[in-house]
């Protein structure tokens, strides 16, 4: 077993990256939001100051909690963690305390906290666990090839390497998503189980299962999101938006349309920020869901293309940290989070562009939304964890 060098210096380039995602969250969200703001509520800095204390703030402490606790003891807790989630994911159907918008019941409202999405706990509580599981795992090849040897004489030993498999890893791996499925489908949140499936699977396969493992939950995985999508109506009428571009123009193709002329409009240097024209009631969700195509719009290409590296930086550091954890857990966990936050940014900004159907996924760090910020910032603070703790 590889030794552990630990100390409270986390890694500089992940360090200045993640400051630099929170900064870039807060001009941007600043910049996009101040005439909205203005124009919805009279005062200029509400939704930036709701984030600040709802998003960043609160998320600050998480992350401070994750830094400090040692990977042992988040391992073991992991699963407390996901259970606890999924009891918060069970009240928003729990009138006085859930709340709906758009027939999904996802948000938790209850005294001062007026809107809280339990979906972001699970994110995160989702790849902890996950990471937890799968790295238990390790002691299960010898047992294979124990029982494998008492029956090889019989000509048993592959039929019995995949039973074993299946038994331990397969099957459980497949229970533990479906009961997370079965919560998100309820709540009608159809984006945030793509995410957790993608990343799921991702750390599943980066475990060292069988390749063929993979490949037996993708395709049914597959035929289920597509049977999802063409059973509901406004999820069909998207991915018509998408393969046809004159599909519904001011309908469920608006906003995908509009989106792509505000980042049209911005050219090369953007028309300047604070200057969008979409945001003034052109595209829906400005602040939200749209945001890199307000930003895209008021800072061109060159914006564009600059965050955009900002999130592939981030991505190649989280697998870097990874590459130096000193077990497996630690490694799973780095390039789970790594991978939650590179996909749902890159499908966020896809969608935008008309790369990818509309999802309604927010803009890691970048999205006003408090639980979401809280939350990335959270992962962050374990990232930095583990960051600190290498293999000598």
Known sequence: MARKKADWYPDGILLALCGALLLSGILILASVSASFSLQKTGTTFYYLSHQLFYGLLPGLAFAAVAFVIPLEKMCAWSVYLLLGSLLLMSLVFIPGIGTSSGGASRWISVG???????????????????????????????????????????????????????????????????????????????????????????????????????????????????????????????????????????????????????????????????????KFGLLPEPISDSIFAIFAEETGLIGALLLIGLYLAFSWRTFVIARRAPDQFSQLVAMGIGIWISFQAFVNMGSMAGVVPLTGIPLPFISYGGSSLALSIAALGVLLNISRTRKV
């Open 112 to 278: 001062p906290i007026t809107s809280f999405q339990p979906s972001e706990i699970l994110k995160l509580a989702c790849i902890l666990y996950v990471a937890s599981w799968l790295s238990s795992k390790g002691k299960y090849p010898s047992k294979q090839k124990a029982v494998a040897s008492r029956n090889a004489r019989r000509g048993e030993k592959k039929f019995t390497k995949i039973f074993s498999q299946l038994q331990h890893t397969f099957l459980p791996f497949i229970a533990i998503m479906s009961v997370i499925a079965l919560f998100l489908l309820m709540q009608k949140n159809l984006s945030t189980l793509g995410v957790i499936v993608v990343v799921g699977l991702s750390m599943y396969f980066l475990s060292g299962a069988p390749f063929w493992h993979s490949l037996a939950m993708l395709f049914p995985g597959m035929i289920l999101a597509g049977l999802a999508v063409l059973l509901t109506p406004f999820r069909m009428q998207r991915l018509a938006a998408f393969l046809n571009s004159s599909f519904d123009p001011l309908g469920q193709g608006y906003q995908a349309k509009q989106a792509i002329i505000g980042i049209g409009s911005g050219g090369l240097t953007g028309i300047g920020l604070g200057l969008s024209y979409q």
